[in-house]
């Protein structure tokens, strides 16, 4: 009796214990069968963008940066019109005329505007004065040269017999930075009998009758450099003519084509105004540039050939034309057991078991297709995306 009961304790703890692994292991596969469908329900919640929505999307990224980079540039520089500059030139010509020794004057030098004996004169001093004014705060070169042009002509001065130009002084250089102002003074000393002794020379020894004068000039250029704000090359000239061979002479003073007023073109002027809003524009720019380059790539792939996904779902259903039912339409899924599956070949088990057709529906043209079979409430389904980037193949 004892050992009836020791067996039934024993039989009844074995049960026991099958009982509680059976339970167990029924409590760990639906616990897994519970983070399956978690993890099934998070993938089919997840957001799916098109090939179409993500190129919409791309281009908008890319007209948005073009559009920030563009303002940002157009704040971050300063640009200036342009307009009409006048500037002015003035001039002043000065001269004393020196003698020799004499029993008549007692001064060493007279006074420009008078009448002078020739035999007397020995030399005779220039003052040249040049004033320049603009505007504006501007960058300007002059470089000017006196020169002497020895002239013997007609009388009535219409034909030359003899010309000859002297180089009186070096070409000199003065800079105007980023002022409205510039002065040039310098003078000259013209040795009066050698010139007046050339033109008697030529006259006597040809017996002609003649008009010699020496023409002295300074000559100004003008010349705009690299951070000039307008174009500038030309000159201005002014000039003294000292008759020759005369018993008596009038100096001649001519500056008239220098006092005046002209204009100038400003041109335009572009400067940073804001370093950071420059450096935030130009890598709003290089996005842009990274961003269309995407977009041309995308389209050149569309236009250009096929992908890997549209030749997998052509030989799809092309190999299996036969199996496979191609709707407009996709099958309410709602209510229904989804049971997805991972390949094509999957697919074909469960049509050879089932012996139903195999549903086939494009989402998305070139992007997304349903491959799926409907059987009672459950619906076995295959989801192919050319978003995978697969290497598709059909496997056998």
Excluded: C, W
Excluded at 264 to 290: D, G, H, R, T
Excluded at 301 to 317: C, G, Q, T
């Amino acid at each position: 009796m004892k050992k009836e009961n020791t067996a039934r304790k024993t039989k009844t703890s074995k049960i026991t214990k099958e009982e509680k692994k059976e339970k167990v292991n029924k409590e760990v596969k639906e616990k897994v069968k519970e983070q399956e469908e978690q993890k099934q329900e998070k993938t089919n919640n997840k957001l799916y963008f098109s090939f179409t929505h993500r190129l919409i999307f791309e281009i908008i990224i890319f007209l948005t940066l073009l559009t920030l980079g563009t303002l940002l540039l157009n704040k971050s520089l300063k640009y200036e019109n342009t307009e009409i500059i006048e500037y002015n030139e003035e001039s002043n010509l000065d001269y004393k005329v020196y003698l020799f020794e004499n029993n008549f004057y007692e001064e060493k030098y007279l006074e420009k505007d008078m009448l002078y004996v020739a035999s007397l004169i020995d030399k005779v001093h220039i003052d040249f004065d040049y004033k320049f004014n603009i505007a504006d705060l501007e960058t300007l070169d002059f470089n000017y040269k006196i020169v002497g042009k020895l002239s013997i002509t007609n009388k009535e001065e219409t034909k030359s017999y003899y010309e000859k130009t002297y180089i009186l002084s070096d070409n000199k250089k003065v800079s105007m930075n980023n002022q409205k102002e510039q002065t040039i003074k310098d003078s000259i000393d013209i040795d009066y009998p050698y010139y007046n002794s050339l033109a008697n020379n030529f006259k006597n020894s040809y017996g002609l009758d003649t008009e010699s004068n020496l023409k002295v000039f300074m000559i100004i250029d003008k010349q705009s450099t690299n951070d000039s704000n307008f174009e500038m090359n030309n000159n201005s000239i002014m000039n003294v003519k000292i008759p020759l061979s005369e018993k008596s002479i009038n100096i001649e003073l001519d500056y008239n084509d220098i006092n005046k007023t002209s204009t100038v073109l400003k041109q335009k002027e572009l400067s940073i105004s804001n370093i950071i809003l420059l450096v935030l524009s130009i890598v709003f720019i290089i996005l842009s540039i990274i961003m269309v380059i995407r977009i041309i790539r995308k389209l050149l792939l569309l236009v250009v050939k096929k992908s890997a996904y549209d030749k997998y779902i052509e030989k799809l259903l092309k190999e299996y034309d036969r199996l496979i039912a191609e709707v407009s339409t996709m099958t309410q899924l709602e209510g229904k057991e989804v049971i997805r599956v991972n390949k094509f070949t999957e697919l074909l088990d469960i049509h050879d078991n089932l012996q139903l057709p195999i549903m086939y529906y494009s989402v998305n043209d070139h992007q997304k297709a349903n491959f799926y079979i409907s059987h009672d409430k459950t619906v076995y389904l295959l989801t192919i995306k050319s978003i995978d980037n697969k290497n598709y193949r059909i496997e056998n």
